[in-house]
């Protein structure tokens, strides 16, 4: 009995058609444009529609707030003022002065017996047992004499006099720790816009994923905590030597899904001035980005779906159209369908934190963070050391 063997003209004609047009980077490409929907959709879309935490009804706590400082004194002329005279029934701010030499010390003398709210605490000429502002922070708290602690810089000012009221009301019966946003001021020019554009995209990531029951920072700018769980999970002991990671190390350690909550009204946004060159940023972009390394591994997992995403989103896009050009609208079709599902997500997120005058820019910023993830990515995987200033 002969058996009859199937040429390829012979095979049925959807074999035919898909052998002829297989393309490995269209595939490819669709799967890295749905891992990074997926991403986004499943942590965003969280900050975006999510519920705004209402107030708890519970008593309000009282906190301490707690700026550290080292040659501030025209800051904390402008800003810590406006941190007394916050609308709250039981505060106190207590200033840790590490050894300024500017006029920081005098100024804070004289306010001091003006404002029975203000505590001085100064570090002192010792031995520092913790790299950059550590040290300092560890004696603010302390000195605390109230059971939450509520952190901020000499640089920054609150939206308002509701800063500290707001942010408390984030607290609920097993609430330990409260994110807040930390924008920068709005100014002209690009270096501006970068700067906020980044600032927002962090904040969108951090905030987004706390709500997702998987808080992995804060910013020490706006950021509070239980002074007993400071204490109870011994500080920062665990990296005391490196200069930075007083917030996003310590909440990376102690911040659980049942624990931290986030607070997005308005209200209680920190301000502060933002760079005025690119030298200054990109340096402080590298020492922000210098304490990823030390994340929890899930955390770095999920984290770095993003950029590598991202990047492969630009890479593949001309490989697929190339493979197989008369396909072109397929590969271009997902892009513009995952253009259009990031529109939506962040626009929502930037009304929610102010940010609406960044939307014409979202396109741009998302081929820009393709370079700029390249320029950093030497500070996020090797060790350098920055000092704090």
Known sequence: MSVAVLRPCQLPYFCCVFMDSFNIFLYIYAAVVFIQLL???????????????????????????????????????????????????????IVVDDNSDDGTVEYLYYLAEKEPLLKRVKVGNVNKPMAGKKFPLTLGIKAAQYPVVLLTDADCAPASDQWIRTMMQGYQAHTEVVLGYAPFHKLAGWLNKTIRFETFFAGMNYLSYAKAGMPYMGVGRNLSYKTGMFFRYGGFADHRELPSGDDDLFINKIARRKNTRVVTDSNSFMYSAPKETWTDWKYQKQRHLSTARYYRPLHKFFLSLQPVTQILVYLLLPLAVWKDPAFWYVPAGLFLFRWIINRILYTSVMRKLDEKDLVPFIEVFDLLQVFYYFRFFKAAVVKTRYRWN
Do not use: M
């Open 39 to 93: 991403h986004h959709l499943f942590f965003y879309s969280r900050l975006a529609w999510g519920r705004t935490a209402k107030p708890s009804g519970q008593e309000l706590p009282g906190v301490s707030v707690i700026v550290c400082a080292r040659n501030e004194d025209t800051n904390l002329k402008q800003h810590l003022p406006l941190l007394l005279r916050q609308d709250y029934p039981a505060f106190e701010v």
